[in-house]
């Protein structure tokens, strides 16, 4: 694992954004739990999310699908018969590993389409090493289905057997009727969904770029057929826009469109944006053409119509999707790989910070007194600033440490109530990526907030 990767996630457990899952009693493998800061650093990028793509956006819809599903919908979808992983074993140390992505990874390019045989030959004939040992002696790649079990009820048999979701398209999907009945939707237009997601499967241990249990930020935008092109060409601008927005530097970012024998089983066109992480390139999310296949299989196994009629021409048709899938967990990952930099200022000292957007950041403005004695006012104007911004007072410490502190969970301001403010009504005001700082009156403050904030 790379520096960055190690200091980023040292930062993480040391100022409360992420900590290993159940720690105390020795965790459990790849789980994580998101803290003081790191909770309110997600639901930030979530709500950012929420109103670019649903809120701002006179096309767009929100819904919130359940979790566990008729089991009918995975079968109709593809997920029982095709949601699979190729997984080997290395017979020497008993190392698990997906043949797929080690074999991805020594040849340096994507090996869709390849069936389970054709990747055990091509490890025998590459000669790849188990990552763990470093001895070639596998065993044949066997599918293994990625989706959670579980039972409803009281009796654990197959007719209750159901599953955690796999991902949170299809519960769009199967609500497509429900919508256009109550919501008298015209084409072309969008449903956006975030929550809880599950796969269960093997993970390569690089933070939480992969887990088993993440949230997902999908849409699903329904068009007429001849359109589909347009829009998957728009949302890709929009992502673009997006990313920009939360300060992603664009040489970090890059798109791959899928070759013709990679595409999913749903997809006639699909393109990822990847980000270049500490270990290398990787999704960050994708944006595919699903066509009309989720519709049709939902038509054919539930017997429902799930189409569209033109209020004006009373045509009937089956829409299109482009599907925007963005992973917030992932999303997460990138702002905090992009925000943190290590500093060497003029005195030598070593400042690390969070050069978060100011629209996400977990904490946007912090107060300090100088000194305790001017506390009870600094208390006064931090609770009149935290009625408009998400503000934190501080006054343990001497105020370089406050300072420092801030810097490390990207507090964009830090306002200091002094000796002189009760006397001149003013405050020092000090921004986080300058450290400049700036005398103004307390009546000017919130103003001077808001148009940076």
């Known amino acids: 694992m790379s520096n960055l990767m190690e200091d980023v996630m040292s930062l993480c457990k040391r100022r409360a954004f992420v900590y290993p899952g159940s720690e105390i009693y020795g965790g459990l493998a790849n789980t994580w739990d998101y803290g003081p800061y790191g909770s309110q650093l997600k ?14 956006r006179d096309d767009m819809m929100g819904l919130d699908s359940a979790i566990l599903m008729n089991p009918r919908v995975w079968e109709a979808s593809g997920h029982v018969s095709n949601f699979s992983d190729p997984l080997m074993d290395c017979k020497s140390c008993q190392e698990r590993v997906r043949g797929d992505k080690i074999l991805e990874e020594h040849l340096k390019t994507t090996i869709a389409g390849l069936s389970n045989a054709e990747i055990y030959n091509k490890m025998m004939e590459e000669k790849i090493p188990c990552p763990k040992c470093k001895k070639v ?15 409803q009820g009281v009796i654990e048999d197959t007719a209750a057997q159901v599953y955690l979701r796999p991902e949170t398209a299809q519960g769009i999907f199967v609500n497509f009727k429900n919508i256009l009945d109550s919501t008298r939707s015209r084409l072309p237009f969008g449903v956006g969904q975030y929550g809880k997601s599950f796969r269960n499967e093997i993970t390569p241990g690089n933070f939480i770029f992969r887990t088993r249990e993440f ?13 589909a092109e347009k829009y998957f060409d728009q949302w890709v601008e929009d992502y673009k826009a997006f ?17 013709r024998d990679e595409l999913s089983h749903y997809s006639s066109k699909t393109v990822d944006f990847e980000y270049e992480f500490p270990f290398g390139w990787g999704e960050l999310m994708g944006i595919a053409h699903r066509g009309s296949f989720d519709l049709d299989q939902h ?13 004006q021409s009373n045509e009937v048709l089956t829409p299109h999707v482009v599907e925007p899938a963005l992973g917030l967990t992932r999303a997460f990952l990138i702002v905090l790989l992009s925000a943190y930099e290590e500093q060497t200022l003029e005195n030598g000292e070593t400042r690390t910070v969070l050069h978060f957007a100011p629209q996400i950041a977990p904490v946007q403005v912090a107060v300090f007194p100088l000194q305790k004695q001017q506390s009870e006012p600094a208390t006064q104007l931090y609770r009149d600033l935290k009625k408009h911004f998400r503000a934190e007072y501080d006054e343990s410490g001497a105020i370089g440490k406050r300072y420092r502190r801030q810097d490390e969970i ?21 921004e986080r990526d300058s450290m400049k ?10 103003a001077y907030l808001n148009e940076r904030l």
Not at 243 to 259: G, S, T, V
Not at 412 to 430: I, K, L, N, Q
Request: proline share 5%.
């Open 137 to 151: 002696n596998w065993t044949e790649p066997r599918s293994f289905n990625l989706m959670f079990k579980t039972y």
């Open 410 to 430: 990207g507090t964009p301001f830090c306002v200091t109530y002094d000796f002189d403010s009760e006397a001149d009504g003013c405050v020092t005001v000090r």
């Open 215 to 227: 949230e997902q930020m999908e849409i699903e935008y329904f068009v007429r057929p001849e359109e």
């Open 299 to 311: 038509m054919k196994f539930s017997g429902e119509k799930l189409q569209y009629r033109d209020p």
């Open 43 to 56: 639901k930030n990028i979530l709500d950012f999310w929420w109103k670019t793509f649903v809120q701002d």
């Open 243 to 259: 990313f920009k927005a939360l300060n992603i530097p664009e040489d970090k970012l890059r798109l791959r469109y899928h070759e």
């Open 437 to 446: 700082q700036e005398r103004m009156k307390i009546e000017e403050l919130r």
